[in-house]
């Protein structure tokens, strides 16, 4: 096993998402698709011999105490048979808030690097359950596959949409997901539909309602994308995705956006990229 590799932590999409009720818990019960894109960030492992868990990358404004990636990799220490400690570095890239999962993509790839690392052989089951506690949709990652799913997030179906190109665009604004799921505007009772319905079904993501009513650089971003090709928030935002029907158009739509909307083009794929990567690397 070598003391070091480098593994990407890639973003994700909400394809749609449907918020159908709230439990008496506070938690909202939702439907929504999953999938991956092949673009994201980038985490190295070292391992030391220290014993300690090291974050050497600082992300502006999260203490590392704080950071997934940190208490990640805590949450394995009791699995730990001996002494060996890991340095972490991470290249960040994906935007903070913008509703693409990179904290909870990152925490999973920590479980699923320092699973390999520290030979813990850990079912994947017992590592997506682990992450949960981190995040609703920690688990997603760490399984690996595109999914429908239900509950808070956390009952996962493997589904196989379109890995279509698309361009992610995302407006100068950070929003809050509490925020989001706290407000009296956000719908609540959206029919549930079945995986079989999916393709036919007139889907959407609730949480448009509330954010482009209170973010309008979000919806006059969606206005303009949705001149070009179909368009939709993933998550809670502030991310838009545009369905492309290739790099070449994507390029193009990406072309028209104004100087101060971040953005890039990226595939989308049901298997993902850290999965891949841990494939290659064990064969």
């Not at 994201?40 to 990636?69: C, H, Q, W």
């Not at 889907?203 to 949705?226: G, I, Q, S």
């Amino acid at each position: 096993m070598p003391n070091k590799i480098t593994l990407p932590s890639p973003a994700k999409l909400n394809l749609f998402l449907h918020v159908n009720g709230q439990r008496d818990d506070g938690y909202h019960e939702l439907q929504t698709l999953f999938q991956f894109l092949a673009y994201g960030d980038e985490i190295s492992f070292t391992l030391n011999s220290s014993g300690k868990i090291r974050l050497l990358t600082e992300i502006p404004g999260v203490a590392n105490d704080d950071n997934l990636i940190v208490k990640a990799a805590n949450l394995l220490l009791p699995y730990r048979d001996n002494a060996v400690g890991v340095d972490i570095e991470i290249t960040k890239i994906l935007p903070m808030g913008g509703g693409l999962g990179g904290g909870s993509s990152n925490a999973a790839t920590v479980l699923l690097a320092l699973n390999t690392l520290w030979q813990l052989n850990l079912p994947t089951e017992q590592l997506a359950d682990l992450g949960l506690s981190l995040g609703a949709d920690v688990p997603i990652f760490v399984r690996g596959f595109a999914a429908f799913a239900e509950g808070v997030g956390e009952k996962l179906v493997p589904a196989s949409p379109n890995e279509c190109w698309y361009l992610i665009s995302k407006p100068d604004c950070h929003i809050s997901t509490q925020v989001v799921f706290q407000s009296e505007e956000l719908p609540r009772n959206t029919p549930k539909i079945a995986l079989k319905d999916i393709e036919n079904a007139d889907t959407t993501n609730d949480c448009e309602v509330v954010v482009t009513k209170h973010y309008p650089e979000v919806a006059n971003l969606m206005a303009r994308l949705v001149e070009y090709a179909p368009s939709r928030m993933t998550g809670t935002g502030a991310c838009v995705f545009t369905y492309c029907a290739s790099e070449q158009e994507a390029r193009h739509i990406q072309a028209q956006l104004p100087n101060n909307i971040e953005s890039f083009v990226a595939k989308g794929v049901n298997v993902s990229p850290t999965h891949t990567a841990l494939g290659k690397l064990a064969s």
